[in-house]
Structure formats: structure tokens, C-alpha cells
T-cell receptor
């Protein structure tokens, strides 16, 4: 069974559109994250939720809005897509603890044309 | 602030060569240190970790030792294989309220030729 899953795997859309990426984890973890990986493979955290509450919110345009309907899901909605939003977006989850490993999903490759 | 610096790639080696990928960090407090690996077209997987000074993490023939005196966590493998070709990320984790926050290095692409 997949531990952290994301849909869709690929997303191609035009500038100005609104799109969502879904993430689900079946590990029973309390905390979920969204990361952005740019074309040079640089990874940066965007958001973190713990038990449906926002914990970490890095400097991300407010066109990006995470939503957590329950602790197993963290979706990412993006409004008014821009060319610079093209990247691979990774969801991850972890259990609270002093050395908690984060488990990553397979990624969603977003291409904005 | 907290940061991770790792050697730039790409690194190209022949099969069975010795591998070192350097990683140094700056951090307040005592973070846990990780190496993650990303195979082509996949997400990140934890390769190994160390949670305190002098700990050695090891997995699949890879090793790294948490060196507080040199603030380093270099990744080594004695004999690489073609299947080790991937991007390797050094990372430190510190804890922010109820979540852990990872700071990743910029990644090092490793290519192994047969």
C-alpha cells in the first residue's frame, strides 16, 4: 500500500487557471507538509499542518492555500497560476517526535504554459 | 540561521569506486541530520540518519557520521553501483511547535558508469 499518495502525478495548465493537488497519507501521522522542488532540484518547505492546524507557513504567495479536511489529507490549491509556479510539488508526513522522519509522496509535476 | 551546504554536482564515478559527498551545516541547538535520496522520477526516501553527535547512520552500504566539532555529515560508500545513480540531499531537522522543519541542501546528482 502506498504510504503517501498524491494526485495528479502530472498537471499541465495555462497561466491564470486555478488548480488543486491532493495528498493523502495512510500512516496515521499527525503532521503533513508541502514542498516545492524547482528545476535545479532545490527543495523548500511551503506549509506544514498538524492535526488540521497550520504550523509552518513559509513566505509563499497567498495564491497558494493549503486545506486539511482531516489529519490524513492535505490539499494544495493554487489560484491564478503563473509561469514561475512550474515545479514539482511534494507532499510529506511525519509523526511527532524528536527525530521524526518525513515520508514523501511521489510528487506532482506542475507545468504552467 | 540554520543552513546546509553540500558539494555541488554532478559527481560521475565508475562502478566500484569510493564515494564521498560532503555536507556541512550551521544550526542553533542540536538538530538531527539526515541523508535523503531521490531516484529518477520518484519522491525522496530517507537513506540514513543520525540524531546526536558521534552517531553513525548507515544503510545500503552508505555511512555518515554526525561530527559536531566540524559541523559535518559527509556521506560515504566504499563501492558504488550503477543503481546508486540518484540525487542525494543532506538535511537537518529541527522542531518548530508541533512539526518538524527540514532544511535541505541543494542536492548532489550522482551518476555511476558501468
Amino acid at each position: 500500500d502506498t504510504a503517501v499518495s498524491q494526485t495528479p502525478k502530472y498537471l499541465v495548465t495555462q497561466m491564470g487557471n486555478d488548480k488543486s493537488i491532493k495528498c493523502e497519507q495512510n500512516l496515521g501521522h499527525d503532521t503533513m507538509y508541502w514542498y516545492k522542488q524547482d528545476s535545479k532540484k532545490f527543495l523548500k518547505i511551503m506549509f506544514s499542518y498538524n492535526n488540521k492546524e497550520l504550523i509552518i507557513n513559509e513566505t509563499v504567495p497567498n495564491r497558494f492555500s493549503p486545506k486539511s479536511p482531516d489529519k490524513a489529507h492535505l490539499n494544495l490549491h493554487i489560484n491564478s497560476l503563473e509561469l514561475g509556479d512550474s515545479a514539482v510539488y511534494f507532499c510529506a508526513s511525519s509523526q511527532e517526535g524528536s527525530s521524526s522522519e518525513q515520508y514523501f509522496g511521489p510528487g506532482t509535476r506542475l507545468t504552467v504554459t | 540561521g540554520n543552513s546546509v551546504t553540500q558539494m555541488e554536482g554532478p559527481v560521475t564515478l565508475s562502478e566500484e569506486a569510493f564515494l564521498t559527498i560532503n555536507c556541512t551545516y550551521t544550526a542553533t541547538g542540536y538538530p538531527s541530520l539526515f541523508w535523503y535520496v531521490q531516484y529518477p522520477g520518484e519522491g525522496l526516501q530517507l537513506l540514513l540518519k543520525a540524531t546526536k553527535a558521534d552517531d553513525k547512520g548507515s544503510n545500503k552500504g552508505f555511512e555518515a557520521t554526525y561530527r559536531k566539532e566540524t559541523t559535518s555529515f559527509h556521506l560515504e560508500k566504499g563501492s558504488v553501483q550503477v543503481s546508486d545513480s540518484a540525487v542525494y540531499f543532506c538535511a537537518l531537522i529541527f522542531f518548530y511547535s508541533s512539526a518538524s522543519k527540514i532544511i535541505f541542501g541543494s542536492g548532489t546528482r550522482l551518476s555511476i558508469r558501468p
